[in-house]
Every structure is written in structure tokens, then in C-alpha cells.
């Protein structure tokens, strides 16, 4: 299958630095790519999606100020946490759909673990 | 997207199979259902997916309703690395434009523990 790769896997950061996690498609191409944000015990909660070429599109409550993403080629999203705080610890997963078994699956990452101190 | 309802857990014993069921009374006649897997620490993986017939694959079959009202994931054999949430999820792929159809939004799943 697809592989969706995500680096750093893990970030610890003092409160009030920027952090950058990139999301790369290996071996296929996307367009769309998408980042979810995930707290312990919970479930996935989509943040945004980011278009290549354009504006991302920012879910309901979510602060795009705060969370830049950059899509910036066909194979790769980066999403900025700005002046992270403790709040925004959390463990970040991007996707992006196609591959090779179809366009009507996701392919994700194996996700980033932020900890802002 | 239509709501999905899945029991908050299940526990299943290894090399035995596992039905794990979803109900989706409100589903559309255009919504496939969906499933993914997530392993501890991990991103969600794809498991499979259909729309009306049943459907096997590597990794599990899908066993699909007459009235398409619930599914049923099938794992034949459950191996301890098959301990995971799983989520059932309904997408409607027409409903959208552009690559924003293929976002998911996920439930709260259903915690599978495999035990030895």
C-alpha cells in the first residue's frame, strides 16, 4: 500500500517556540492532504485540509494564524504550531488520499507527538 | 456524513474471530462504509471498505446488511497485534468536490483487546 510518512515523530518544546512537522507522500501524489489533531483517549478530530497550490482550509474553531500549513509540492504538507503552549500538546496525524489501492481510501501517517513544556 | 454508532469496546480471545458490528440507521443510498484501524501510538490505518456486497480482503471482510443499516467488520483469526480502535465510518464520495471529499471524520471507535 501507500506509505505516508511524518517527521519529527516526536517534539518536546519550551512554551512560546514554533514547531514544524512535515507530512510527505512517498510513493504517490497528493493534491489534498489533511491534518488531525488527537488527544489522549480521544478520537481523531480533523484540524484542516491543505490543497497544493492554495489555501488550506481550516475546520470550524480551529486558528489558522496558529497552525500554518504550507503545502508547497505534490508530495509534501508542512503544518507550523506557532508560540506553542501546553495546550497544544497533543499527537499530530496527517493523511492524504489515493494511492495506490484507489482514490477512496486515506493513507496516514504514523503521527508526531508534540510536548510543549 | 452520516452518524455511525459501535460499541465502546469488545474483547476477543487470540485466534478466535471477531465480529465487530456498526450501526448506520441513517445511511444514504451514495454512503460506502468504511473501516480504519488504530494501533496504539499510530496513525489509523485503512481495513476495508464497501458499499452493498459483502467484501473480503487481506486483512478482514465486510459483512454488509440487506438494508445496509449495520455492518459488520470480520477479523477470521485474531492475532495480538490486531489489538486496535476500530472505527466504522459512512462517506458519500459524490458529496463533495475536489479533494475535500476524501476527509474522514471519525467516532470514538471500538477498543479491541485480544487477549492470549
Known amino acids: 500500500g501507500a506509505v505516508v510518512s511524518q517527521h519529527p515523530s516526536r517534539v518536546i518544546c519550551k512554551s512560546g517556540t514554533s514547531v514544524k512537522i512535515e507530512c510527505r507522500s512517498l510513493?504517490?501524489?497528493?493534491?489534498?492532504m489533511f491534518w488531525y489533531r488527537q488527544f489522549p483517549k480521544q478520537s481523531l478530530m480533523l484540524m484542516a485540509t491543505?490543497?497544493?497550490?492554495?489555501?488550506?482550509?481550516?475546520e470550524q474553531g480551529v486558528e489558522k494564524d496558529k497552525f500554518l500549513i504550507n503545502h508547497a509540492s505534490l508530495t509534501l504538507s508542512t503544518l507550523t504550531v506557532t508560540s506553542a503552549h501546553p495546550e497544544d500538546s497533543s499527537f499530530y496525524i496527517c493523511?492524504?488520499?489515493?494511492?495506490?489501492?484507489?482514490?477512496?481510501?486515506?493513507?496516514f501517517g504514523p503521527g508526531t507527538r508534540l510536548t510543549v513544556l | 456524513d452520516a452518524k455511525t454508532t459501535q460499541p465502546n469496546s469488545m474483547e476477543s480471545n487470540e485466534e478466535e474471530p471477531v465480529h465487530l458490528p456498526c450501526n448506520h440507521s441513517?445511511?444514504?443510498?451514495?454512503?460506502?462504509i468504511h473501516w480504519y484501524r488504530q494501533l496504539p501510538s499510530q496513525g489509523p490505518e485503512y481495513v476495508i471498505h464497501?458499499?452493498?456486497s459483502n467484501v473480503n480482503n487481506r486483512m478482514a471482510s465486510l459483512a454488509i446488511a440487506e438494508d445496509r443499516k449495520s455492518s459488520t467488520l470480520i477479523l477470521h483469526r485474531a492475532t495480538l497485534r490486531d489489538a486496535a480502535v476500530y472505527y466504522c465510518?459512512?462517506?458519500?464520495?459524490?458529496?463533495?468536490?475536489?479533494?475535500?471529499?476524501?476527509?474522514?471524520?471519525f467516532g470514538k471507535g471500538t477498543l479491541l483487546t485480544v487477549n492470549p
Open positions: 464497501g458499499l452493498t
Open positions: 441513517t445511511i444514504s443510498g451514495t454512503d460506502y
Open positions: 493523511s492524504a488520499p489515493g494511492g495506490f489501492e484507489g482514490t477512496d481510501t486515506q493513507y
Open positions: 491543505s490543497n497544493e497550490g492554495s489555501k488550506a482550509t481550516y
Open positions: 465510518i459512512l462517506r458519500d464520495p459524490l458529496l463533495f468536490s475536489g479533494g475535500s471529499n476524501y476527509k474522514l471524520t
Open positions: 510513493d504517490f501524489q497528493a493534491t489534498t
